[in-house]
């Protein structure tokens, strides 16, 4: 026979049990609530700290959702993660770029000791180091990064997963994407898969793998914390994919993944000034960049050749135009069109615009050669003109 609960008497009667663990659980509570101090704001560290101060925290925890929605457990969605990590691990290499030292005169006094005027405790100039990541994305030894990674750079070291290291030639870079291409000598290597940026969806999982602080093959999982964003020059006309996943310095050209393990975008920059706010180039411009620069193509960026200044508006109510047109490029789609110093855009295509981002976004998403119809205020009357999307010449890329 089973044997019978146990119970706890008192002069009253008999509690069960559940009842006293509830008690006790309240006890601690209070106690803990007692006894812990108030929250206090913490001075955010920057980037720029010798010292960081490195601090535990949980990637997942309440992160997880609940088992209702049908995922998978958390230690299985651990084991998923790592096995994802683990394969997309291969097509991740590390970078390293060298700048040689640069002075205002030439060194060779300095073979024969400092002038006078130097102090010879002084140490002479060091070249630039630094290091950022990639991604193979042709087995004969093609890789994609950030065209910032490179720039200046006289010599780039790329470290396979395998550990195997290469001298690497860059071969092209685009500023306006921020993108560039390497090659090295090698062949077979694994490659990586571009996922379709128009099915990326806010909310959705998502994997970064970089080398921060030199730290190679780093892995951070958060969120798409949004799509389309547009956060200036020198990303002129290319939205970005916003994450939460931890993106740090050097993490610079590393893939941010999907749970397919595939590319949806590549990691460029992040706000220093915030916490885990990070955005990351979509696949499709990663695609269509690096392609033009193994085919020796140009890149097309779209242009309708203004410069713009963002006003801020009155009330929260205010429906008065929000984009001023500070310079409008002679000879450029906008100039042939009407467009003109001063004059406010309020429309486009019969939407308004609130924003600069928004008005690049309209830009860049429109075909090559598409029209506009923007509507403009001038002396306070409107009118409509039709603007044409071209490409913008070499001349004015960054």
């Known amino acids: 026979m089973p044997s019978e609960p146990k119970q706890a008497r008192t002069s009253t009667g008999v509690l069960p049990v559940s009842v006293w663990l509830t008690l006790i659980a309240a006890a601690g509570l209070s106690g803990y ?16 700290n010798p010292s960081p101060q490195l601090q535990a925290v949980s990637t997942l925890g309440s992160a997880v959702p609940a088992a209702g929605f049908g995922m998978p457990s958390q ?22 770029v060298g700048a040689k030292p640069t002075m205002e005169k030439p060194m060779d006094h300095y073979f024969f000791g400092p002038p006078s005027h130097i102090n010879p405790d ?15 994305i042709r087995p004969d030894g093609w890789i994609l990064t950030n065209a910032h990674v490179v720039r200046g750079a006289d010599e780039v070291k790329v470290t396979l997963a395998d550990g195997r290291e290469f001298m690497a030639e860059p071969v092209g870079k685009d500023n306006t994407a921020d993108l560039a291409v390497l090659r090295i000598k090698a062949s077979d290597l694994p490659t990586a898969h571009f996922a379709d940026s128009a099915k ?18 780093s892995v951070s999982l958060g969120v798409v914390s949004a799509l389309k964003r547009s956060i200036g020059d020198p990303f002129t006309g290319v939205t970005l994919i916003q994450t939460d996943a931890a993106i740090n310095p050097g993490s610079s050209g590393g893939p941010l993944l999907n749970l397919k393990g595939e590319v949806i975008g590549i990691n460029c920059v992040m706000r220093s000034d915030a916490q885990n706010i990070a955005f990351a180039i979509p696949a499709a411009v990663a695609r269509e960049v690096s392609d033009c620069i193994i085919g020796g193509k140009p890149v097309i960026h779209n242009y309708i050749g203004i410069r713009m200044q963002e006003l801020r508006p009155q009330s929260l109510q205010d429906k008065s135009a929000r984009v001023l047109v500070t310079f409008s490029q002679p000879d450029s789609p906008a100039w042939n069109a009407g467009i003109r110093d001063l004059d406010h855009v309020k429309c486009v295509d ?24 923007v509507t ?5 009357k409107e009118r409509n003109v039709a603007v044409k999307v071209k490409a913008m010449p070499r001349n004015l890329l960054p």
Not at 122 to 136: D, E, F, K, M, N
Not at 200 to 217: F, K, M
Not at 351 to 373: C, P, Q, W, Y
Not at 376 to 380: F, K, N, P, Q, T
Request: hydrophobic share 40%.
């Open 33 to 48: 609530l007692a006894g812990r101090p108030s929250p206090k704001f913490l001075m955010e560290p920057t980037l720029h």
């Open 75 to 96: 230690n299985r969605q651990s084991e998923v993660i790592a096995d994802i990590v683990e394969r997309a691990g291969q097509f991740v290499v590390h970078i390293e």
């Open 122 to 136: 002084t140490p002479l100039p060091q070249g630039r180091y630094g290091s950022a990541a990639g991604v193979i």
């Open 200 to 217: 990326v969806r806010s909310g959705q999982w998502a994997i970064a793998i970089g080398s921060p602080y030199h730290l190679d093959h």
């Open 350 to 373: 019969g939407k308004f615009i609130k924003s600069i981002a928004e008005m690049k976004r309209v830009i860049n998403d429109t075909a090559h050669d598409g029209t506009l119809v």
């Open 376 to 380: 403009l205020v001038r002396d306070g």
